[in-house]
């Protein structure tokens, strides 16, 4: 298992019971969608817990005192099309987020992204960006998608994966010291189509029917 100080593995009773329903071939549509919806609220309530806050005073009712607020405008990254699947969960806890989109879907024969959207807020640099996006196997979609949110400014990026892959991860952590990774869980390792194993299959196809 990776030792990178920048992957938390968000384990517990509750996240391994929603990946257990996520993982088994049997679940149908509409019960993994719901998991992946329940699972992405665990993992923000968990990568939130490392974000920025300011200090500010207020009033309770009885006396002035001093609060948390967090730290500047929050920004879901859902990654085209599985990240949609957390995006519901991650916008429960986070409902004033801005979102944008990355479209990158990867290449069957070799397994490469290939970008065919791309949709953010303009002035990144000024967000808390979260990164939404079920399965991280190569790699190469995620190392992507943070290369094109640091080229538009972004500078606190953090990635939560229902299931990640160890090279994936290796690679990840290796390439981007500066933005952290949570998964709830790392697979060993990747078949020859890229897939994890053991993983979920491809979560796209499984949110949407599209088998
Ligand atoms: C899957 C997954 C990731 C990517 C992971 O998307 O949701 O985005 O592959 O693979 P990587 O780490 O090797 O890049 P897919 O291309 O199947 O598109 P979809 O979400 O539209 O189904």
């Not at 998991?35 to 665990?42: F, S």
């Not at 005073?57 to 405008?73: A, D, K, W």
């Not at 990867?106 to 949709?119: G, M, S």
Request: charged share 25%; glycine share 8%; with cysteine.
């Amino acid at each position: 298992m990776s030792e990178a100080k920048n992957l938390f593995v968000v384990d517990g009773p509750l996240s391994r019971h929603k990946l257990a329903v996520l993982r088994d071939e049997r679940t149908p549509t509409t019960d993994f969608r719901q998991a992946m919806r329940e699972l992405a609220l665990i993992m923000v309530a968990e990568a939130t817990r490392r974000m920025p806050t300011r200090p500010e005073r207020i009033r309770t009712p009885l006396v002035e005192t001093e609060v948390e607020q967090i730290s500047g405008p929050v920004c879901l990254v859902p990654v085209l099309r599985a990240g949609l699947g957390m995006l519901d969960g991650a916008l429960a806890l986070l409902p004033r987020a801005t979102v944008g989109f990355m479209g990158l879907r990867r290449d069957e024969e070799t397994a490469l992204p290939v970008e065919y959207y791309v949709n953010l807020p303009r002035n990144l640099e000024d967000y808390l960006v979260l990164v939404l996006d079920p399965m991280l196997a190569t790699g190469g979609s995620l190392s992507a998608t943070i290369d094109k949110l640091k080229e538009e400014g972004a500078a606190w990026i953090s990635c939560l994966h229902a299931v990640a892959a160890e090279p994936g991860v290796e690679r990840v952590t290796r390439e981007h010291p500066d933005v952290n990774f949570y998964a709830a869980a790392v697979d060993p390792e990747l078949d020859e189509r890229s897939f994890i194993v053991p993983g979920l299959g491809d979560a796209g196809d499984r949110l949407y029917g599209t088998l």
